[in-house]
C-alpha cells in the first residue's frame, strides 16, 4: 500500500540544538498531520496543515505543507528534555477514502 | 470534554486465544479507526468504523474483526492469537474520519504468550 518515507529514523541531539525532519510521498496530498508519541501513550496532535505552503507553528514546532504537497516538514527549536519521543507524519492523499497514510517515525532522543 | 478511553490497559493471553479490545470514542465523534503498534514501528491501520458501518480496512488477516455500536463505541476482536499479535492497540476518534483531527486514546497493550 501507500507509504510515506520520514527520516531520520531516529535523532541523537544535545538539549537546545534544533532538530529538522520530514516526510516526502509520491503522491500528493491534501493534509499533513504531525504528532507526537511519549511512551506508553497514544499519539497527540501537534500540528495539522492543511494548504500547499502552509508555515504553522505551535511553540518551539514548526511545520510546513510542501509546495510540491509531495512533503512536509516539522522543526523544533532549542530543543528541551521532555521534547524526546517519537514523532509521526500523517498524510491523507488526494482522492482518499478517508484514509489516513503513516510514516514510520522519528524517535528522538537527547544526549545527557 | 472526555478523551478516548480504552479498556482494558493491560491485557496478557495465550496463543490460541481469542481477544476483544474496546475503544468509547470522544462523544459527538463518529468515526473510530484502529491501529497495530508493535516495538519500533509506526502505527499500522487496522480498520476504520463510521456510523456503524466499516469503511476503510488495512491489510491484516481475517482473524482482525471490529465493529462499532450506535453510540459510536467500537470493538475489535482478534481470534486465534499468535505470538506476533503481541502489540500496543490504538484507537483514535474523529468527528468524521478523512481530513478532521484523530484523537487517540492510551492504547490497550497485549501480550501473547
Known amino acids: 500500500g501507500q507509504q510515506l518515507n520520514q527520516s531520520p529514523q531516529s535523532m541523537f541531539i544535545q538539549e537546545g540544538e534544533d532538530v529538522s525532519m520530514n516526510c516526502t510521498s509520491s503522491s500528493i496530498f491534501n493534509t499533513w498531520l504531525w504528532y507526537k508519541q511519549d511512551p506508553g501513550e497514544g499519539p497527540v496532535l501537534l500540528i495539522a496543515?492543511?494548504?500547499a505552503g502552509e508555515l504553522t507553528s505551535n511553540g518551539r514546532l514548526t511545520a510546513q505543507f510542501g509546495i510540491t504537497r509531495k512533503d512536509s516538514f516539522l522543526n523544533i527549536s532549542a530543543s528541551i528534555p521532555s521534547d524526546v519521543g517519537i514523532y509521526f507524519c500523517a498524510g491523507l492523499p488526494t482522492g482518499s477514502n478517508y484514509q489516513l497514510i503513516w510514516g514510520a517515525g522519528t524517535k528522538l532522543i537527547i544526549k545527557p | 470534554k472526555a478523551g478516548v478511553t480504552q479498556t482494558p490497559r493491560y491485557l496478557i493471553k495465550t496463543r490460541g486465544q481469542q481477544v476483544t479490545l474496546s475503544c468509547s470514542p470522544i462523544s459527538g465523534h463518529r468515526s473510530v479507526s484502529w491501529y497495530q503498534q508493535t516495538p519500533g514501528q509506526g502505527l499500522q491501520f487496522l480498520f476504520e468504523?463510521?456510523?456503524?458501518?466499516?469503511?476503510n480496512k488495512g491489510n491484516f488477516p481475517g482473524r482482525f474483526s471490529g465493529r462499532q455500536f450506535s453510540n459510536s463505541r467500537s470493538e475489535m476482536n482478534v481470534s486465534t492469537l499468535e505470538l506476533g499479535d503481541s502489540a500496543l492497540y490504538l484507537c483514535a476518534s474523529s468527528a468524521a474520519g478523512g481530513r478532521e483531527t484523530q484523537y487517540f486514546g492510551p492504547g490497550t497493550r497485549l501480550l501473547v504468550l
Open positions: 496543515l492543511y494548504k
Open positions: 468504523y463510521f456510523s456503524e458501518t466499516q469503511r
